[in-house]
């Protein structure tokens, strides 16, 4: 079965650092571009930053620029986001995403975690 | 990086055909195909319906269509039921910027 599991979110002051994790499995992550998508409480979602298969492409959402880093380790099937300088406009549900196609890039989202929650108070 | 538009809510009677409307411009759904849809029920993660402007991922019922003119997207949802009651948001690439979603749109089932 396809999945991704995020964790590391929680409650955290502003201005504070925190560092999101997502565990993939049931198909080839090393080839596949992934995303961090957001929703704030009651809003809708909002596309944060995405990393190609091999970290050659590497985007952010200009909201998050300069204060978040998108990472992947393929050997451990894992994503990352270092998320420093946090405010609190930045509270949300945070997904990890796969990317539809093997080496495309921003194609279409197939695959959706459940999301962590990051609350900045 | 302004959201694309949506009707905040489009409403139906079981067995209607709606369409909900997604508008750009031609810097992401006029200048791409890379238009897509997703479906999200409360609490739960979204799910891709339609990608590239008009195809269906496997096992999504062929009640949910696409298309696209010009800068306007649309998602077509035929002989309505009670579960298709859902937010539903299109998200386009936008080349430098370089992906956005819509604002979404609440499906009403009367």
């Known amino acids: 079965e396809v999945q991704l599991v995020e964790s590391g979110g929680g409650l955290v002051h502003p201005g504070r650092s925190l560092r999101l994790s997502c565990a993939a499995s049931?198909?080839?992550?090393?080839?596949?571009?992934m995303h961090w998508v957001r929703q704030a409480p009651g809003k809708g979602l909002e596309w944060v930053s995405g990393i190609r298969w091999n970290s050659d492409i590497i985007d952010y959402a200009d909201s998050v620029k300069g204060r978040f880093t998108i990472s992947r380790d393929n050997a451990k099937n894992s994503l990352y986001l270092q998320m420093n300088s946090l405010r609190a406009e930045d509270t949300a549900f945070y997904y990890c995403v796969k990317d539809r196609v093997g080496g495309s890039y921003l194609d279409a989202f197939d695959i959706w975690g459940q999301g962590t929650v990051v609350a900045v108070s | 990086q302004s959201a694309l538009t949506q009707p905040a809510s489009v409403s139906g009677s079981p067995g209607q055909s709606i369409t909900l409307s997604c508008t750009g411009s031609?810097?992401?759904?006029?200048?791409?195909?890379?238009v897509s849809w997703y479906q999200q029920h409360p609490g739960k993660a979204p799910k891709l319906i339609i990608y590239d402007v008009s195809h269906r991922p496997s096992g999504v019922s062929n009640r949910f269509s696409g298309s696209k003119s010009g800068n306007t997207a649309s998602l077509i949802i035929s002989g309505l039921q009670p579960e298709d009651e859902a937010e539903y948001y299109c998200?386009?690439?936008?080349?430098?910027?370089?992906?956005?979603f819509g604002t979404g749109t609440k499906v009403i089932v009367l």
């Open positions: 049931g198909f080839t992550f090393k080839d596949y571009a």
């Open positions: 998200g386009s690439y936008r080349g430098s910027s370089p992906y956005v």
């Open positions: 031609s810097s992401d759904i006029g200048g791409y195909d890379f």
